[in-house]
Nanobody, 120 residues
């Protein structure tokens, strides 16, 4: 069994910062892509940022310049540094990982989500 655990959300004022964390665990042979998604109330889930095993990074246009995704490959950990947060960034943020328990099996795994609320 494989899983990811995301954390680090909270209440922050506009212009503030938060750092989200995600750790993959379980019977892991390889973790390929890792990503952060978010879902605001009444909206579909959307990609925030993605980082591949090769270090290729992609950001949503709405977050470019305000977020930085990073990853530690040795312990399957990923972070999302978010700065200059806006009320429109309020959402549940989810970690997503492409995990291979062995060379023949692929699992797309989601975290339970961490709430980010930006409000004065």
């Amino acid at each position: 069994q494989v899983q990811v655990a995301d954390s680090g959300g909270g209440l922050v004022q506009p212009g503030g910062s938060l750092r989200l964390s995600c750790v993959a665990s379980g019977n892991i042979w390889l973790v390929y892509d890792m990503a952060w998604y978010r879902q605001a109330l009444g909206n579909p889930r959307e990609l925030v940022a993605q980082i591949s095993r090769h270090g290729t990074i992609k950001y949503a246009d709405s977050m470019k310049g305000r977020v930085t995704i990073s990853r530690e490959f040795s312990n399957d950990t990923m972070w999302l540094q978010m700065n200059n947060l806006e009320p429109e960034d309020t959402a549940v943020y989810y970690c997503n990982a492409d995990i291979w328990p062995n060379a023949d099996t692929r699992r797309e795994v989601w975290g339970q989500g961490t709430q980010v609320t930006v409000s004065s």
